[in-house]
């Protein structure tokens, strides 16, 4: 019987690195670098636009799918004869309570879990695999290991120049987002951090076209 882990799972702030140039005294300035996945948001040059405009054009957020491998990091839990995957806030109970897309071909038998009231779960798991959005479905592509084997790289929240209020605005404005995607946002650094379950880039495109560059930054759990 193969053991996993346990352990609790970090929702977390990952590290996304600034690169920038300098030029020395009587020397030609470098061309300009051409922005890339790395280069912050830039800080919003207007006031940001909150309410009932902001949260009708949220509706129409995308919801894509992972086809190619991504990593999950989560709680496996056992709901309604089924395992699934929670990449999202576990509530620290007994089982836990957790939500998450249906994990497919998990064999319990195969690994070392808790169980309490006849509900099973197993802590601190990594999968690789792919996420159906609309499915809710995550098709594992290798095994599963421990997360305490699993070395991601953080990604540091941008800085930006919200004020609280602006903040708790845009936050309000988020918990109207419809679907499974969306599993929190906080005030981070001066800018609203959105977690959601996976992102191909399209959500985040689709938020600075809503709110400006710089107001939002999303995290994907899957990555």
């Not at 602006?166 to 918990?175: G, K």
């Amino acid at each position: 019987m193969r053991s996993i882990v346990l352990g609790s799972i970090a929702a977390a702030s990952l590290v996304l690195a600034l690169a920038g140039c300098a030029t020395t005294a009587g020397s030609a300035p470098d061309a300009p670098a051409s922005p890339d996945a790395t280069d912050s948001p830039a800080a919003p040059a207007a006031p940001v636009g909150t309410g009932t405009d902001a949260q009708a054009r949220l509706a129409d957020l995308p919801t894509p799918s992972a086809t190619e491998p991504v990593l999950a990091i989560g709680t496996v839990l056992e709901q309604d004869g089924s395992a699934i995957l929670c990449v999202g806030a576990v509530a620290e109970s007994a089982p836990p309570q957790c939500d998450g897309p249906e994990l497919l071909g998990w064999d319990w038998a195969a690994f070392d879990h808790e169980e309490t009231s006849g509900v099973r779960w197993v802590q601190g798991v990594a999968i690789e695999g792919t996420y159906d959005a609309e499915a809710q479905t995550f098709t594992p592509t290798g095994e599963p290991t421990s997360a305490a084997a699993i070395q991601l790289p953080a990604v540091e929240t941008p800085e930006g120049e919200l004020d609280e209020a602006t903040i708790a605005a845009v936050q309000e404005d988020l918990t109207t987002i419809p679907g499974p995607n969306m599993l929190g946002s906080w005030g981070e650094r001066g800018t609203v951090v959105l977690n959601v379950t996976y992102d191909d880039g399209s959500v985040q495109a689709a938020i600075d076209d809503i709110y400006g560059d710089g107001v939002v930054f999303v995290v994907p759990a899957l990555r």
